[in-house]
């Protein structure tokens, strides 16, 4: 539920599009009242505050209020590189400041959730992932930028919704054969040849450190 729920604004942000007519504006009014109730309808069950919604929040009621404000659509199209520029800086710099990456606390911490236990993976394995994501995100960032200024509005959109999509799957794909060709073949057995029900995974405060699909 949580994962869907995360998807709410783009979802908003298309179907507004695409239902009024290709209103860019209309669109940016739906974006910045999804991400608005996203956060507080994510405090009222969750119970907490998500810094990452709230930081997704900040960068759209800046640059989605300049569109509406300015009544033009490039800033409301710098947002997701603005995302995607921030989740390639948290990465980088927890790179370096932490024993455990940011990725790899989040992935042990999904893995608990999903397997029941955590795939030993070499550190520079985490450490390679890690910076595959920081180039990921920073590469999405520039090709939004090169598209918006680029293409028609129209065409940022329809490629926003499909292109990025795709590139996505295709990343994660390829971010999770290297996972799983890294993993203990110890692990690979476990994975799927499970005989307990995974433990009940354990709350976590520090749970808005994920990095998700931003856009």
Not at 3 to 12: E, K, M, R, S
Not at 100 to 114: T, Y
Request: charged residues 20%; proline residues 2%; positive net charge.
């Amino acid at each position: 539920m949580k994962q869907l729920f995360d998807y709410l604004p783009v979802v908003v942000f298309f179907g507004l599009y695409f239902l009024s007519g290709r209103d860019i504006m209309l669109a940016t009014w739906g974006i910045i009242g999804a991400t608005t109730f996203q956060v507080l309808a994510g405090r009222l069950i969750w119970k907490r505050w998500h810094r990452l919604h709230l930081v997704v929040l900040a960068i759209t009621l800046v640059f989605g209020g300049l569109t509406l404000l300015l009544r033009d659509d490039v800033f409301i199209k710098w947002r997701p590189s603005i995302i995607s520029f921030v989740l390639a800086a948290v990465l980088l710099v927890g790179h370096f400041l932490r024993e455990r990456n940011l990725l790899q606390r989040l992935c042990e911490r999904l893995m608990v959730s999903g397997f029941g236990f955590v795939v030993a993976l070499e550190k520079r394995d985490w450490s390679r992932l890690n910076l595959a994501f920081v180039l990921y995100f920073l590469g999405l960032g520039l090709l939004n930028l090169f598209i918006a200024y680029n293409f028609s509005t129209d065409f940022w959109v329809n490629f926003k919704l499909f292109g990025f999509t795709a590139i996505q799957m295709v990343f994660y794909v390829a971010a999770f054969l290297y996972f799983y060709k890294r993993m203990p073949e110890a692990d690979r057995d476990r994975l799927f040849h499970q005989d307990k029900k995974a433990p009940e995974p354990t709350k976590k405060d520090d749970e808005d450190d994920a990095v998700r699909d931003h856009q």
